[in-house]
């Protein structure tokens, strides 16, 4: 079991910068990969971006590539993403997840942090 926190949501104008951060405790041992989804109202969650916990090497979703940097501490377990140029359609809830080894999707999740981009 992990358990995870995000923090650093809040509101920005657009144009601005947050950075977000998850603090993940437990049977962090087990962690292959860790991620960064969203869900804005109405709509399916969707995947940001993705770091193997290891190795370092980042995935990002095509509409966030060269706005949002993932990044990750492995002393710290910690995994940031740090958001710059935002839009209001950035605006959503974003969670942090881990995959551990042995599994095919994310299956440990956080509450989610609320980031909303004034226009």
């Known amino acids: 079991q992990v358990q995870l926190v995000e923090s650093g949501g809040g509101l920005v104008q657009a144009g601005g910068s947050l950075r977000l951060s998850c603090a993940a405790s437990?049977?962090?041992?087990?962690?292959?990969?860790m991620g960064w989804f969203r869900q804005a109202p109405g709509k399916e969650r969707e995947f940001v971006a993705s770091i193997t916990w290891r190795g370092g090497s980042t995935v990002y979703a095509n509409l966030v590539m060269d706005r949002f940097t993932i990044s990750r501490d492995i002393a710290k377990n910690t995994v940031s993403l740090q958001m710059n140029s935002l839009k209001p359609e950035d605006t959503a809830v974003y969670y942090c997840?881990?995959?551990?080894?042995?599994?095919?999707?994310?299956?440990?999740w956080g509450q989610g942090t609320q980031v909303t981009v004034s226009s």
């Open positions: 997840a881990r995959r551990k080894t042995g599994e095919v999707h994310f299956g440990s």
């Open positions: 437990g049977r962090t041992f087990e962690t292959t990969v």
